[in-house]
């Protein structure tokens, strides 16, 4: 090779360093004012409603955000398959438009008809309308993942950060009117799920001239769904781990509440700084271990002793201040700060599974995507089962299940690597 070719391949390379650490900060930027919007989402709604109302409308969250969890499965399917125009010597599958236009109303039929089980028993107000919402927002959020999928293909990293933020935004200012003019359980349900047609509608409106056409996909349609349903699966399971672990826990510990409430806080407020932004970097991620796939094993470690290094820090402070964080919120909880310290050094190994899932994926490997997630959740599931206090099976939940987890990725990933020298 010519030092001239060289040098071109070296300063392209650190363009796309360049550009992927831009992007990084980007999203992590949308998903801070995401993530505040919600917190003044969630205050507000809590000193509005009655607690007989904020259950309701607890429930009606924890359900709407499962699903979606579980559908953020297609958005990283769609990100690792988009690719822009000319760099797949032949696209293989339609549009990935039609794609959503034909899961949308397959999620809308499995949720709505799923909600008339669990719907009548837990909604006390209008439950039909309710879960009707709730399937409507499921539908509606096919096209946020298939859309924000093709950004992130297309490297769009401000309007993935767009849609970040308009959907929040939207969100906190449709509940926060819903609360003074419409308080009942429908009228919040509508204007929690609103938002995502909505946000989808107005970005594709301002971007669509410039991004229509600009992208295919490297696999047919056969493959797509198949691959699709796979990160579905896996995605289900990190939903349930991290949406869905207040309600296990509470299940779980029947005669228990106030000790369950203390665990459930202590997750709530402090494990989302670990969790949430490397939620929010999935797909992300996706594009950067497909763009590195020669040096996959070596920045995945660097990002996992970061995650280490900020994991070990915040365990200290949660250990040193815990407690007083805590009590200013107003919950003079029974959990010891050990306890919280440990609950939050399991953040760590939640938030580890969420980059070597992306590096597994960006292979193609969906197997051992879902396998490793799926293990976790399943673990996470029956720790809880076990006949201690919560607190105490909830530090074993969150280590062991995302620890095992992680092990089955790390193990495929090196294989993988050893067999390609």
């Known amino acids: ?112 008809l799923s909600g008339l089980l669990w719907g009548p028993p837990t909604i006390v107000s209008s439950p039909v309308a309710v879960v009707a919402l709730v399937a409507f927002g499921a539908a509606s959020y096919v096209f946020v993942a298939v859309v924000s999928g093709t950004m992130y293909g297309l490297r769009r990293w401000m309007v993935l950060a767009a849609l970040i933020m308009v959907d929040a935004l939207l969100r906190v200012a449709f509940v926060i009117i819903a609360v003074w003019g419409a308080p009942g359980i429908v009228g919040l349900a509508a204007a929690t799920v609103l938002p995502f047609p909505l946000a989808v509608g107005i970005v594709w409106l301002v971007v669509r001239r410039s991004v229509r056409g600009r992208s295919v996909l490297d696999v047919d349609s056969k493959t797509l769904a198949w691959n699709s349903a796979r990160t579905v699966a896996a995605a ?25 409430a203390a665990v459930i806080a202590v997750v709530t407020l402090t494990r989302a700084p670990l969790v949430i932004p490397a939620l929010a970097l999935q797909s992300f991620l996706v594009v950067h271990f497909r763009d590195l796939r020669s040096r996959v094993l070596r920045s995945m470690s660097t990002i996992l002793i970061g995650i280490a290094v900020v994991t070990a820090a915040a365990s200290f402070v949660a250990w040193w201040i815990g407690l007083d964080i805590l009590r200013w919120f107003g919950k003079d909880f029974e959990i010891s700060s050990i306890a919280i310290a440990l609950i939050v050094a399991s953040a760590g190994f939640t938030a580890a599974l969420c980059v070597t899932g992306p590096a597994v994926l960006a292979s193609g490997r969906h197997t051992l995507f879902t396998a490793g997630w799926a293990t976790a959740a399943i673990l996470v599931i029956a720790a809880l089962l076990l006949p201690l206090d919560p607190a105490s099976k909830s530090i074993i939940a969150l280590t062991v299940g995302p620890l095992v987890g992680l092990i089955i990725h790390v193990a495929g990933i090196v294989r993988s690597v050893e067999r390609a020298r």
């Open 236 to 260: 289900a399971a990190t939903a349930v781990m991290i949406s869905g672990f207040p309600f296990l826990l509470g299940v779980t510990s029947p005669g228990q509440p106030v000790k369950a």
């Open 1 to 112: 090779m010519s030092a001239e070719a060289e040098s071109g391949d070296s300063v392209s390379q650190t363009e796309q360093s360049s550009g992927r650490a831009r992007g990084a900060g980007v999203i992590l930027v949308a998903t801070a004012v995401a993530g505040a919007s919600t917190y003044i989402l969630q205050a507000v709604v809590l000193s509005a409603l009655s607690a007989r109302d904020y259950l309701q409308f607890s429930i009606m969250w924890s359900v709407l955000y499962l699903v979606v969890g579980a559908l953020a499965g297609i958005q990283q399917e769609v990100t690792r398959a988009s690719r822009p125009v000319g760099t797949v010597p032949s696209p293989k599958a339609s549009p990935a438009a039609r794609f959503a236009l034909t899961v949308a109303p397959l999620v809308f039929a499995i949720v709505f």
